[in-house]
């Protein structure tokens, strides 16, 4: 039953939106995509509030072992 209606649905021209994957992009990838940007973006503007932080603890850092190598 199920393999004649999609036979029918399939002669009639009507094709599921999310099943229809012609060419080289289809609408998961697209998606797939988009949410890998959102991502990245979050993950940008966490580190941006960070950054400065991040880089003035890890310059005293090297700063202290060189003190430390030349003494």
Same mark, same amino acid.
């Given at each position: 039953?199920? #393999? +004649?209606? #999609?036979?029918?649905? #399939?002669? !009639? @021209?009507? *094709? !599921? ?5 012609? @060419?080289?992009?289809? *609408? #998961? +990838?697209?998606?797939?995509? *988009?949410?890998?940007? *959102?991502?990245? @973006?979050?993950? &940008? $503007?966490?580190? +941006? @509030? ?7 603890? &890890?310059? $005293?850092?090297?700063?202290? +072992?060189?003190?430390?190598? $030349?003494?």
């Amino acid at each position: 039953m199920e #393999k +004649q209606l #999609k036979k029918a649905a #399939k002669d !009639s @021209g009507e *094709v !599921s939106f999310w099943k229809e994957e012609r @060419g080289d992009i289809g *609408v #998961k +990838q697209i998606a797939g995509t *988009v949410a890998v940007i *959102v991502i990245i @973006g979050l993950v &940008i $503007t966490a580190v +941006q @509030g960070n950054l400065t932080e991040w880089i003035d603890q &890890i310059w $005293t850092l090297f700063i202290d +072992q060189i003190k430390k190598f $030349t003494e």
